[in-house]
């Protein structure tokens, strides 16, 4: 199945019948991984859409073009040319309601060594969570000449953390992370899919996940 552009194991029962827990379905986005997600079935559609009815080109109507909002989404990854000294950082917020109780999972690497941070964050919604881990994870470095590069799924945490998007909400916290930013020689925030097998993203994943669960 396909939930919120990604493709998703859905779980059935012998009988056939979709999996249900309090009126919600049972997803993985790995089949061998541990956490488990439950979603509105509502929420899931079949892999590859439906056919739909080809017009010529003369027959569509001439629609304005909207100038798109500048997107991390919309740049060229800058992740191929990372130094080989460079600290790198996968960090990762969960949210069980959103807002709900609340995780951050940070997976830091500098060559052969690795630390993990899993954390109980209180009641938050999601981009807070993904927020505080990238907060968390700058926090934790003890210097500030190396180079750095923070991967991360959050569209959201990009835009408003390097592509000066109109902050609404969390603009305290967001302040803080670019105050914290600007300590570093050179700091990049690097956008990556989500769920897609990158296993660092999937071990942030895990530990924000099981920092909700102990919760």
Do not use: C
């Amino acid at each position: 199945m396909m939930f919120k552009d990604n493709k998703v194991w859905q779980a059935f029962s012998p009988d056939n019948s979709p999996v249900i827990k309090n009126g919600k379905v049972l997803i993985k986005y790995n089949v061998k991984q541990e956490y488990e997600y439950w979603v509105y079935e509502n929420k899931l559609e079949p892999v590859g859409k439906p056919e739909t009815l080809q017009m010529s080109d003369d027959q569509k109507p001439a629609l304005p073009k909207k100038k798109k909002k500048q997107s991390p989404d919309s740049f060229p990854s800058p992740d191929d040319n990372i130094p080989e000294d460079a600290i790198s950082i996968y960090t990762d917020g969960s949210s069980s309601g959103n807002p709900g109780p609340s995780g951050i999972g940070v997976l830091l690497r500098f060559g052969k060594h690795e630390k993990e941070l899993s954390r109980d964050i209180g009641i938050a919604t999601n981009n807070i969570a993904e927020l505080e881990a990238i907060k968390a994870a700058l926090l934790e470095l003890k210097t500030t000449n190396k180079p750095v590069r923070i991967f991360t799924d959050s569209t959201y945490a990009l835009g408003v953390l390097t592509f000066n998007w109109k902050v609404k909400k969390n603009g305290d916290l967001i302040d803080s992370i670019k105050k914290s930013m600007k300590r570093f020689n050179d700091l990049k925030l690097i956008k990556i899919r989500g769920h897609a097998g990158q296993e660092g993203n999937e071990r942030a994943d895990f530990l924000a996940n099981k920092a909700v669960k102990k919760r």
